[in-house]
C-alpha cells in the first residue's frame, strides 16, 4: 500500500514548499476534471483560476533548476547574466517569467501563451511584480512564433508540447534564438512503475503534451540543427535537457 512520507516537506524553504502545496493542488483539481469530464478533448483549456494559478506557482520551480544546472555548465551560466532575451513559451499565468526577470536582472523576458484566460491572470500577476518593466506578454502559440535571432536562451515545456508541433516548434525556436543561444527543453520522468507511467502519460496527453523521451527529443533537436545536448536532472519530478543553436562560424 502507498502512503505519504510524514517527512515529505522536511527540509525545503518557503518557496518550495509553496511549490510543493500547488503542485498537490494543481494535481487534485486536475484529477477531479478527469472524474467530472472524461470525455474532454486532450488541451491546456482549464478556465478555472485555481488550477492556472497553482501549475504557474509549480513552474517558479524552473527558475532555480536552470540556476543549478548554470553551476555545472558555466559557458550557459553566463548567458544567464549578459544583456539578451529569454524566451518563456508557455508562459501561463506568468510566474516562471516573473521570476526570471527577478533572477537574472540583465536578461529581458518575452512570455508567449495562446491561452487568453492564464495570459489574462499573468497580466494581473505582472502588473504587481516590480519587474513588468523586463517582461514583455504575448498571446502566441510557439508554432507562430516570427521572431529571428532575438533570443539569447529559450525555454520549451515539453509536456505541454504535442507530437504534431514538436518540429515546427523547434525550427520556429531555432530561428528565434541568436548564434549560439541555449534551449532548455523540460521533461517530466517517466516513473519505473507501471502504474505511475500510465497516470504520468494520461496526465501529460490530457494537458495536449506527448510522453516525450530524452532519445526523441534529442533525436528532433539535431534534426533541426541544435547540437551539445546534455540532460540535467532538475527535480525528481523534472529533466532539463539543454542544446545550443551552433556559433556563427568565425571570419577569417
Not at 491546456?44 to 540556476?67: F, N, T
Not at 501561463?92 to 517569467?97: E, I, N, Q, R, T
Request: glycine share 8%; with cysteine; aromatic share 8%.
Amino acid at each position: 500500500m502507498r502512503h505519504i512520507d510524514p517527512e515529505l516537506l522536511d527540509g525545503i524553504d518557503a518557496n518550495e514548499e509553496r511549490a510543493v502545496l500547488a503542485l498537490i493542488q494543481t494535481s487534485f483539481r486536475q484529477a477531479i476534471d478527469l472524474i467530472e469530464n472524461p470525455a474532454r478533448a486532450p488541451g491546456w483549456d482549464y478556465k478555472d483560476p485555481v488550477i492556472l494559478e497553482s501549475q504557474g506557482q509549480v513552474s517558479r520551480l524552473i527558475v532555480r533548476g536552470i540556476d543549478t544546472l548554470a553551476t555545472k555548465r558555466p559557458d550557459f551560466g553566463q548567458a544567464l547574466h549578459r544583456p539578451g532575451a529569454f524566451l518563456d513559451v508557455g508562459t501561463g499565468v506568468g510566474w516562471l517569467a516573473i521570476e526570471a526577470a527577478r533572477a537574472w536582472p540583465a536578461l529581458r523576458i518575452v512570455g508567449i501563451d495562446p491561452w487568453k484566460p492564464a495570459l489574462a491572470l499573468a497580466r494581473k500577476n505582472l502588473a504587481q511584480s516590480g519587474v513588468a518593466e523586463r517582461v514583455e506578454l504575448r498571446s502566441q502559440s510557439v508554432e507562430h512564433l516570427d521572431d529571428k535571432t532575438i533570443f539569447t536562451l529559450a525555454w520549451l515545456p515539453g509536456p505541454f508540447i504535442g507530437a504534431e508541433i514538436i518540429t515546427l516548434a523547434l525550427e520556429r525556436i531555432q530561428q528565434a534564438l541568436t548564434p549560439g543561444g541555449w534551449l532548455i527543453f523540460g521533461l517530466q520522468p517517466r516513473p519505473t512503475d507501471a502504474l505511475g507511467e500510465a497516470l504520468t502519460n494520461l496526465r501529460i496527453v490530457r494537458s495536449g503534451g506527448y510522453p516525450w523521451t530524452l532519445k526523441e527529443v534529442e533525436e528532433r533537436m539535431d534534426a533541426q540543427g541544435f547540437e551539445r545536448f546534455e540532460a540535467f536532472s532538475s527535480s525528481p519530478s523534472v529533466t532539463l535537457l539543454l542544446a545550443q543553436r551552433p556559433a556563427a562560424p568565425e571570419c577569417i
